[in-house]
């Protein structure tokens, strides 16, 4: 493998990267934001955090030195360093507002939240679909009909002040977001009715239901569990207290003091940079959870301008962990020699798990017939997207085969291929969607080389924003299979500020072929995914941004789609999906082009090592160490020159 050969050359380049090559990517200096809140007291650093001799970095003990003097020269080789999470300067670290723009220390996100700082009951993992206790204790359970979940809490999990965590903080961090209509909010009210303490350490979670008492959607109280933080009551009170209970400025304050659970806390932020440090009285190092503390004792992240200047530093080794999309990553390693690795050792290099798509119009002439739709989609030359838009960084469909589901082996285990096998296609079939067409007496009647229907040629418009150079590209593709195959199709690359207002629109017919994305990995996958791509509950909706951009219809998928998050049965869910994927495979109201990563899980070996990775044995996700039950990843790496 890949990793062992280059753990041999990161011993040998280690120190030069050290002491050498940390002043090769200069940050630019930015004007800080204008927030409207209160300015940060801590003063900015005089010198940059390149790294460097670690004998001059900070020392035992700093927990009494200014911020600002340790941060100016962190220890290398206590420091993890990201790129691709933070872009600009953070406005604060309160965890009920949606402006703080601190990506490191708080991002919600369906396939696990980031639990640096504030911590969830559970932690996703998309390797395996499942659902990993953190705050909690144990499995959750589910009474008989699925209205309410019961959920028990460690014992030994703590508050930074040292107090506990308690089913009170768990009730009031929901109370207090419905109060606030804070995004946890928005994301769960719908299926959350109330969250109670039926002692200290056991939650209650009422699902909300339906007219004829069944639960709305169990799938979104499961999601809630690894999505929402958990937060302190006395904090939270706090916080309105010194607001006056007023909604805009509980959101707008910095939160300074916030009392968090997690490993890691604030400890300093200015218009260059952000840096978390461990609370080395974190609970997690209690046997009934990591039994340690995670291996570095900073996470810091600078503000660089783009993705270049992210990738100078990173293949400088003064990035450890990039979240970017580097083209042709394996040349960093085959052509530079350099000690950068990535999740998987060859292509696709990457966990895919989002999938960006293509949408038929099905109000379009000729759109609404699905073996002109069909006859399109398989005619596309997807490797030829894969290589040019991805370089190579996203299987194959033919090591993929399509249907509704993500590249992770926990959704494909959710329908049967070989039932559907036959309604599967690899892409640039020319003669086959030719011979589809000719089939169906769609044929060119007039000599021009366009194929009519009904008389009418077939001329369309394929779309998606300008400037998205990977789906631009392709869209090309997409128009040059329809000219192989007698169907015009001009493309059209709208700015970005049009081109959303005119897919979301209720009755949108100015595209006839045009991209957007589709939901990625988390626990009400792929349900969530059927749903956004087939549900006409959305039909008709003014600023529609949920799912079935085509306008597509079909009463029996309406049905799968009620009928899935009710059921427990797991031969009977493998049946409603695998019809759904018949049902999507027949009709094409969509087609996906290309599977793209959920992250881009990068790392350079020149400091830390023994990074998770595809089929070590320990089953992390490639989540930037950061989402969900990557954070695992934070205790697994170790230095390479201890």
Partial sequence: MKRKAIKILAFTVAMLLLFGLFGACKEETKTPQDTGTKETSTPAPQQSDKGGDDSKGAEPGDEDKDPAAVVANLPRNETLYFAGLQWGPTNGWNPVSSDMNNALAITTASAGSRITVFETLYMYNMMDGKMYPLLADGDYKWNSDMTEMTVKLKSAAKWSDGTPVTAQDVAYSHEFAVKYNTNHALAFGPYIDTIEAQDDRTVVIKAAKTADGKPQNPLMVVQYLGQSYVLQKAWLQKLEERNNFNEADIKKDRADDV????????????????????????????????????????????????????????????????????????????????????????????????????????????????????????????????????????????????????????????????????????????????????????????????????????????????????????????????????????????????????????????????????????????????????????????????????????????????????????????EYYTEAVEIYLTDVPSFTLMYRPAFFHSVNESVWTNYPELNDGENVPPTNLVNGYGIKGLYMIELVNP
């Fill in 259 to 574: 009392v968090y659970s997690g490993p890691y806390g604030p400890y300093y932020a200015d218009d260059q940079k952000v840096v978390l440090k461990r609370n080395d009285n974190y609970w997690g190092q209690d046997k009934s959870m990591w039994g340690k503390l995670p291996a570095p004792k900073y996470l810091a992240h600078a503000m660089y301008a783009d993705n270049p200047a992210g990738e100078v530093a990173f293949k400088a080794g003064e990035v450890d962990v990039c979240q970017q999309f580097i083209p042709n990553i394996q040349d960093l390693w085959l052509k530079d020699g350099l000690p950068i690795s990535t999740y998987i050792d060859e292509a696709p290099y990457h966990m895919s798990a989002s999938l960006p798509t293509a949408w038929f119009n099905t109000s379009s002439y000729g759109l609404d017939n699905p073996v002109i739709r069909k006859a399109i989609a398989i005619a596309v030359d997807y490797d030829a997207i894969i290589a040019n838009a991805m370089t190579n960084q996203s299987p194959t469909f033919k090591q993929v085969p399509r249907s509704i589901m993500n590249p992770t082996d926990a959704e494909q285990q959710m329908y049967n291929k070989d039932a559907v096998a036959h309604l599967q296609w690899v892409g640039n079939d020319i003669e086959g969607a030719k011979r589809m067409l000719d089939e169906a007496g769609i044929v060119d009647t007039d000599g021009d080389g366009w194929r009519e229907y009904n008389g009418r040629k077939l001329s369309y418009n394929a779309c998606c924003p300008n400037g998205w150079t990977d789906w631009m590209a392709a869209i090309e593709i997409v128009a040059a299979a329809g000219e192989k195959i007698g169907i015009e199709i001009t493309t059209m690359f709208p700015e970005w500020s049009v081109y959303q207002t005119v897919v979301t629109a209720a009755n949108q017919d100015q595209y006839d072929i045009f991209m957007m994305g589709t939901d990625g990995s988390s626990p009400a996958q792929p349900w969530a995914r059927l749903r956004q791509l087939m549900s006409s509950e959305f039909i008709g909706v003014e600023g529609n941004w949920s799912g079935n951009y085509g306008h597509y219809s079909n009463p029996r998928i309406d049905e799968l789609i009620s009928l899935i998050p009710t059921e427990t049965d797991p031969a009977k869910l493998r």
